[in-house]
């Protein structure tokens, strides 16, 4: 039952940093086409400010689970391409 339990936390983990993601997508989208240079920043300021909840949220996904879980099943792909999206700011920028 412990183990249920866990799983469904898990889950529900996965799925808030998913839409954390995505919020973050979202924000370096706009943060691109946007004139106005303060706009601009705050925009990549809540995108780094997500990132930085993803990447906590990530690490309490992996604290969580089971060590023979993650022996058994192959890494999950990734849902962040930011590689792709972050082509049009400085290097800087890019590892936020």
Not at 32 to 61: C, F, W
Request: with cysteine; charged share 35%; glycine share 6%.
């Amino acid at each position: 039952m412990q183990y249920k339990k866990n799983q469904m936390s898990v889950g529900l983990m996965i799925q808030r940093c998913h839409r954390w993601r995505q919020k973050r997508k979202q924000y370096l989208d706009q943060a691109r086409i946007t004139a106005d240079v303060i706009e601009r920043e705050r925009l990549l300021q809540l995108a780094e400010h997500y990132g930085r909840i993803v990447s906590d949220e990530q690490g309490k996904i992996d604290g969580v689970r089971d060590p023979r879980e993650k022996a058994s099943t192959p890494a999950p792909e990734s849902c962040e391409n930011d590689d792709d999206d972050d082509n049009g700011f400085p290097d800087f920028i890019k590892q936020l």
